[in-house]
């Protein structure tokens, strides 16, 4: 059985393009991987859902208790919203506080109380703030900047005894793809260490996709809870919160903190997601992953000096992000300097060109192990004439 399948996609006025959205992440082995489509064929033939766990359930639970540093426990749902959602409610319940700090740019799915400065479609649209949010809801969410550590002090220090959990995305993918400064993990580490507020990673798109481990694993920095989804479902419905034992056991049965899904935990989601995950893994795919990703950068590099052109370049292995401007970028103030009409052309270009990127300077490019040489090759042909036409 073939672990890959195909790095493109075709439209339904049947143009095909090589892929750089892979479902926003999921499909790291690339499009239906024949070894994906089997595993559901075979395994929905059994039963679709039951309502009660099943076996690749708990196989997938201890393979991410296994692969995630900071895991102990861990529950499935049924999307990263899910996961946001439902790791904030237990981190409420568990420090019997409210507030909760969040970064601008940060997107942690559609969750009301996080539907605020979050990043992704809501900033592409121009509308951090979705409609029918009422303010009230949003009214125990503080909204800081990234990488600005006197702002998260200064909260802190005020009313650091009212704060239940800081959440991150902690390498920021939905506002381009920014990087954490040196020491910034760190510092909220322990500050939330020492004022008793959980700390939750939101590795919803970095988590089986930078590394097996994610974020926490490359940095070597242990959050007390994880947000998980995209990769872990090989492109079914998929989430998963999980960290700190004792954080976990106040999750109802066990404790208080009411949390349930008719379909979470589905076998055929945990089937597909466990065949993509030993796919990546008996394949090295970090290795290969990075070894693409760098074969990318390396040409893109080479193009912007050769069109005289000073854009930023952000990459962590197979996630990539150009910023169309040549300023530094450490939080979504920065991306929102970019170039937003020289992306327009630049996109316009590649889909032209049998190229698809997503439609919005904010996003991160995804490669997948499907991407071969020649696709990359072929891509920097597209980018080579979309640079000229910009
Ligand atoms: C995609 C994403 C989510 C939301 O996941 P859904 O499955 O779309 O609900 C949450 N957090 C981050 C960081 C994401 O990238």
């Not at 499009?31 to 075979?42: C, N």
């Not at 009214?139 to 005894?161: Q, R």
């Not at 499907?370 to 000229?388: P, R, V, W």
Request: aromatic content about 8%.
């Amino acid at each position: 059985m073939s672990a890959e399948r195909s790095s493109r996609i075709t439209d339904v006025d049947d143009k095909t393009y090589i892929d750089y959205v892979g479902t926003w992440g999921p499909a790291i082995l690339g499009h239906a991987p024949i070894l994906i489509t089997q595993t559901i064929h075979e395994v929905a033939k059994d039963g679709i859902s039951f309502g009660a766990p099943c076996p690749w359930e708990i196989e997938m639970a201890q393979t991410i208790v296994d692969w995630v540093p900071s895991v102990e426990k861990v529950r499935m749902v049924n999307s990263g919203t899910e996961a946001t959602m439902s790791s904030i409610r237990v981190a409420r319940g568990f420090t019997g506080r409210d507030k909760v700090i969040k970064f601008d740019g940060c997107y942690h799915g559609h969750v009301d109380h996080l539907l605020v400065a979050a990043g992704s479609g809501a900033l592409t649209h121009g509308e951090p703030d979705s409609a029918g949010v009422p303010k009230a809801f949003s009214d125990h969410t503080i909204v800081l900047p990234f990488n600005n550590e006197a702002a998260v002090k200064e909260v802190f220090d005020a009313i650091g005894d009212q704060i239940a959990a800081i959440i991150l995305e902690p390498f920021p993918a939905n506002a381009g793809l920014v990087f954490p400064r040196e020491g910034y993990l760190q510092f909220l580490r322990d500050i939330t260490k020492k004022h008793d507020t959980i700390l939750i990673f939101d590795e919803v798109m970095t988590g089986f996709r930078v590394a097996k481990g994610g974020v926490q694993e490359l940095v070597g920095i242990t959050p007390d809870l994880t947000c998980m989804g995209k990769v872990i479902g090989g492109g079914l419905p998929v989430g998963a919160f999980g960290g700190r034992a004792d954080i976990m056991d106040c999750l109802a049965p066990i404790g208080p903190v009411y949390q349930a899904g008719t379909l979470s935990g589905n076998p055929l989601a945990m089937a597909a997601g466990l065949a993509q995950l030993k796919a990546l893994d008996a394949a090295d795919g970090y290795t290969q992953l990075e070894a693409k990703g760098a074969q990318l950068e390396a040409g893109i590099r080479k193009l912007l000096e050769e069109n005289g052109l000073n854009y930023t370049f952000h990459r962590v292995g197979s996630m990539f992000c150009l910023f169309f401007t040549d300023k530094e970028i450490w939080n979504v103030d920065d991306a929102n300097g970019a170039d937003m009409d020289a992306f327009k052309r630049y996109f316009a270009a590649l889909l032209d060109d049998g190229v698809f990127i997503a439609p919005s300077p904010y996003e991160t490019g995804f490669l997948s192990l499907a991407h071969s040489a020649g696709d990359i090759e072929d891509t920097l042909d597209a980018m080579a004439k979309a640079f000229k036409s910009i």
